[in-house]
C-alpha cells in the first residue's frame, strides 16, 4: 500500500511557475513509476507527465514539452512536477499516481494503469 500526498499547488499569474511535490509513504517507493494528471473543471482527468521507477525515463504530453519538469528523489519518496511558463489553460487539480513496477523501467500515460493516486492540489493560472 502506497499513499501519496501532493503540495504545492496555489494561485500565479500567467507565465509564473509552480513547483508541486508528491510525497509517498512506505519503503519501496524506488519501485513505482510515478505520474502526474491534471483535471480542468468540467473536463476529464488527463495525462501530463510521467518517470520511470529510477528516474531514466520520462514521458510528456505535447502541451507541457519544454514547460514542464518532472523528477524524483527516491532518497526522500518524492516527485517532482516543476511548472514554468504557465498558462491559463493548466489551470486544474493536480494528481499524482504510482505504477506498481519493480522489475522494468516504464513512464505510462494511460491514468488505468495506476496503482494508487493522491487527493490532488489546485493548482490556478490567472490571466
Known amino acids: 500500500q502506497v499513499q501519496l500526498v501532493e503540495s504545492g499547488g496555489g494561485l500565479v499569474q500567467a507565465g509564473g511557475s509552480l513547483r508541486l511535490s508528491c510525497a509517498a509513504s512506505?519503503?519501496?517507493?524506488?519501485?513505482?513509476?510515478m505520474g502526474w494528471f491534471r483535471q480542468a473543471p468540467g473536463k476529464e482527468r488527463v495525462f501530463v507527465a510521467a518517470i520511470s521507477r529510477s528516474g531514466g525515463s520520462t514521458y510528456y504530453t505535447d502541451s507541457v514539452k519544454g514547460r514542464f519538469t518532472i523528477s524524483r528523489d527516491n532518497a526522500k519518496n518524492t516527485v517532482y512536477l516543476e511548472m514554468n511558463s504557465l498558462k491559463p489553460e493548466d489551470t486544474a487539480v493536480y494528481y499524482c499516481?504510482?505504477?506498481?513496477?519493480?522489475?522494468?523501467?516504464?513512464?505510462?500515460?494511460?491514468?488505468?494503469?495506476?496503482?494508487?493516486w493522491g487527493q490532488g492540489t489546485q493548482v490556478t493560472v490567472s490571466s
Open positions: 512506505g519503503r519501496t517507493f524506488s519501485r513505482y513509476g
Open positions: 499516481a504510482a505504477d506498481y513496477s519493480p522489475l522494468v523501467e516504464r513512464a505510462r500515460a494511460n491514468q488505468y494503469e495506476y496503482d494508487y
